[in-house]
Antibody, heavy 126, light 106 residues
Framework: EVQLVESGGGLVQPGRALRLSCAAS????????MHWVRQVSGKGLEWVAG????????GYVDSVKGRFTISRDNAKNSLFLQMDSLTTEDTALYYC????????????????????WGQGTTVTVS | IQMTQSPSSLSASVGDRVTITCRAG??????VNWYQQKPGKAPKLLIY???SLHSGVPSRFSGSGSGTEFTLTISSLQPEDFASYYC?????????FGQGTKLEIK
């Protein structure tokens, strides 16, 4: 069964740090780009960060640039999000998401879509 | 790239045909995906590359469009289709989503 399981969320004070983890199983993790997407309770979806299969391409939404770092360990089938200098605006449910493609830079060779989602881990900054 | 979705909410009945529209702030070819989200659940991919049906998605869902205007159509609403729907562009990063459409039972 294809599965993504997030962990590491919790209650943290403004200015502090938190590290989210995502454990992948049921597919060849090393072949696909991965993302973090967040959702404030009752609001819409916001893409936070993405990473290519080989970690050579990274992308961030402007509001987290310089504060958040996405990384992956293909040997351990794991995705991470290091979140520093947290603010109340970062309070949300954070989803780990698999892409259909290996890259985050669009190429005509691939189709792009977020086809597997975890159940999310809640981050509360207060 | 801004994605503007309309309407933000929609009331419809079982059996109705429903269309949701998404407009991109620039030409993005066919790099649009559509997702369905039910309360308390993670989103699910319905359509990728504007019109390709994701595996396991019922054929009553369809997508169309290119350039800056895209649509998601549900041909005959079923009770399980009442949910929120989001478009998303995969043309460039950041991978922006539309603000969502909440589809409610009339």
């Amino acid at each position: 069964e294809v599965q993504l399981v997030e962990s590491g969320g919790g209650l943290v004070q403004p200015g502090r740090a938190l590290r989210l983890s995502c454990a992948a199983s049921g597919f060849r993790f090393e072949d696909y780009a991965m993302h973090w997407v967040r959702q404030v309770s009752g609001k819409g979806l916001e893409w936070v960060a993405g990473i290519s299969w080989n970690s050579k391409s990274l992308g961030y939404v402007d509001s987290v640039k310089g504060r958040f770092t996405i990384s992956r360990d293909n040997a351990k089938n794991s995705l991470f999000l290091q979140m520093d200098s947290l603010t109340t605006e970062d309070t949300a449910l954070y989803y780990c998401v698999k892409d259909m493609a290996p890259t985050i830079v669009v190429s005509p060779n691939f189709h792009y879509g977020m086809d597997v989602w975890g159940q999310g881990t809640t981050v509360t900054v207060s | 790239i801004q994605m503007t979705q309309s309407p933000s909410s929609l009331s419809a009945s079982v059996g109705d045909r429903v269309t949701i529209t998404c407009r991109a702030g620039q030409n993005i070819g066919r790099d649009v995906n559509w997702y369905q989200q039910k309360p308390g659940k993670a989103p699910k991919l319905l359509i990728y590359a504007a019109s390709s049906l994701h595996s396991g998605v019922p054929s009553r869902f369809s997508g169309s469009g290119s350039g800056t205007e895209f649509t998601l159509t549900i041909s005959s609403l079923q009770p399980e289709d009442f949910a929120s729907y989001y478009c998303q562009q995969s043309y460039s990063t950041p991978r922006t989503f539309g603000q969502g459409t909440k589809l409610e039972i009339k």
